[in-house]
């Protein structure tokens, strides 16, 4: 990836975690990201949960009944998009490894060129691809604005509604199976239920009030939507709801993307589905300064042992190593960190960390299925790997613009060129400068949070330096960091791995930075915008 691409993407995940790691609910277990975007909505949305019940109660009742005959056995359904379709054949060349033998359908969203279909074709014979926007109005396919960004996230049960197949094994296009998972279809779980869901890091704030809307009590972990098995048949109606919740734009405002939508209309219509009792490990890699980067999160059969692999931090196709899983068994505590982003492969990736006495630390953890794992991903085709290397810039940049289009403030210098004494985001950074803005936090209503989420943004139009979040201010600090402090500290297969403590935000130090050129003087964002936008950013070959 070009360096300054690297940055810009750097740029965003920073902010989104910063958020995280600034705001704290009253009630553990709650994603900050969702809830600090969401909740100065829900006073006014509980004062309409009459009409709001009365909306998704009328959906249930219009759904019709389930079309007999029109769906017919067991099949694999995976939706992706251009960032993530180069994962695509590596997953299936991994199932079939494992002897897995089910029909399978790919359900993409955006353009796709024909040389990439016909890639993809080539990879599975039991193998048809499906594009969703032949299956639903433009109406049906607008993207919402979540804690994430922009997201069609419709597009999954809309993929698992309109698949061929009666009973889904459902995948997203960055998650593979360490194991044939078509065996969950005969588990005493699946059979009992219709549904199989597993478990997320974070637990729906009960102050929401999706609750009562729903009429339902609070309850449990979220769902984690990057695997799901389900009857169709079974769960015709909650499917159908689902869909409804996870594209309509106020009741995205109460329900965390199309994961929560799935468990949610199940809940509200009834419909029984096993979650899986294993809470979700994180995978990831041990950073040069110690700490533990997360960025993959470990999902568990139905007895405990690790079965998915999803590497939703690192979806477009970038080498991915598995250094270290933190895990905990069945009925065990834990807390979940969001950390600063750290660079990997000189790639960006957003990070968290597991915390807790009863926390298990397991070093190299899929030795000997990362190193086939890697082979298939480096031989991914290079149509693939442009389609998703393009989308990755496209994205960069759409972020890029709209940040300094519409929230970039400039810090003024002192007249001798040095930041204020009151200024923390202005230093140099080998002759350049970087501009650091910190945003008024959005009102929050009553109640007010104990502690409010100040998202912070860079203006990073600078020789390309990697950054290290701190958050051990009151306010957090921003501090360039060299390259070599950025990478991972690379670890052979056979080579095991010492425990790593749990990270923890305070770790990463606060470094002084200020900018002492003459340079460091305040400029025009817009001016910046317009750069940018004539002069887009390229990617490496």
Not at 233 to 250: E, G, H, I, P, V
């Amino acid at each position: 990836m070009a360096p300054r691409v690297a940055l810009a993407a750097l740029f965003g995940l920073s902010a989104i975690a910063l958020c995280a790691a600034a705001c704290v609910p009253r009630e553990p277990h709650v994603d900050c990201n969702f809830h600090s975007l969401s909740s100065p909505q829900w006073p006014l949305l509980a004062s309409q949960s009459a009409q709001l019940s009365a909306v998704w109660k009328s959906v249930v009742a219009k759904t019709p009944e389930f079309p007999t005959g029109r769906f017919s056995g067991r099949g694999l359904v995976i939706t992706a998009t251009t960032l993530d379709l180069v994962n695509v054949p590596t997953i299936l060349e991994t199932l079939q490894s494992e002897g897995f033998n089910l029909p399978v359908e790919i359900w993409y969203s955006g353009e796709v060129s024909a040389d990439v279909i016909a890639t993809l074709s080539s990879t599975y014979r039991k193998l048809v691809i499906r594009n969703v926007a032949n299956y639903a109005s433009a109406k049906d396919l607008t993207s919402t604005v979540t804690s994430q960004g922009e997201r069609v996230f419709q597009a999954k049960p809309l993929a698992i509604i309109n698949s061929a197949f009666e009973e889904v094994l459902f995948l997203d296009a960055d998650n593979v199976p360490l194991s044939n998972p078509a065996a969950l279809f005969s588990s005493p779980e699946y059979l009992a239920t219709g549904a199989l869901f597993w478990p997320d890091f974070w637990q729906t704030a009960s102050s929401n009030p999706i609750w009562s809307i729903l009429e339902v009590a609070a309850q449990g972990w979220e769902q984690e939507s990057g695997q799901m098995v389900v009857n169709k048949r079974r769960s015709w109606a909650a499917l159908n709801l689902a869909f409804f919740l996870a594209k309509d734009a106020t009741f995205q405002q109460l329900v965390n993307g199309d994961k929560e939508a799935f468990r949610l209309a199940f809940l509200a219509t009834g419909t029984p589905f096993f979650m899986v009792e294993t809470p979700v490990a994180a995978a990831g890699s041990e950073t040069e300064t110690g700490s533990f980067c997360g960025h993959t999160m470990v999902q568990h059969d139905v007895e405990g042992s690790p079965l998915f692999l999803h590497h939703n931090s690192i979806k477009h196709g970038a080498d991915i190593k598995w250094q270290v899983m933190k895990s905990v068994a069945a009925g065990k505590s834990f807390s979940v960190v969001p950390l600063p982003p750290a660079t990997i492969n000189h790639e960006p990736v957003s990070c968290v960390d597991l915390t807790g006495a009863d926390v298990i630390v397991t070093p190299v953890p899929f030795t000997t299925f990362e190193v086939a794992f890697s082979q298939r991903q480096a031989a991914a085709h290079p149509a693939l790997k442009r389609v998703s290397r393009n989308e990755f810039t496209h994205a960069v940049q759409a972020t890029m613009r709209k940040l300094l289009q519409g929230n970039i403030t400039t810090v003024p210098a002192n007249p001798d060129g040095s930041c204020p004494s009151d200024a923390n985001y202005c230093y140099s950074t080998g002759g350049k400068y970087v501009a650091v803005s910190t945003l008024a936090p959005p009102p929050l209503g009553p109640p007010p949070l104990p502690q409010r989420c100040w998202p912070v943004f860079l203006l990073l139009w600078m020789e390309p330096v990697p950054i290290r979040i701190s958050t051990n201010r009151a306010t957090p600090r921003v501090v360039a960091v060299p390259l070599s402090a950025a990478r991972v500290r690379s670890t052979s297969a056979g080579e095991p791995t010492a425990p790593i403590p749990s990270a923890n935000p305070s770790k990463y130090p606060a470094r002084q930075g200020r900018c002492r050129s003459p340079r460091c003087r305040p400029f025009s964002h817009q001016a910046a915008a317009n750069k940018l936008q004539s002069s887009p950013l390229r990617t490496g070959n």
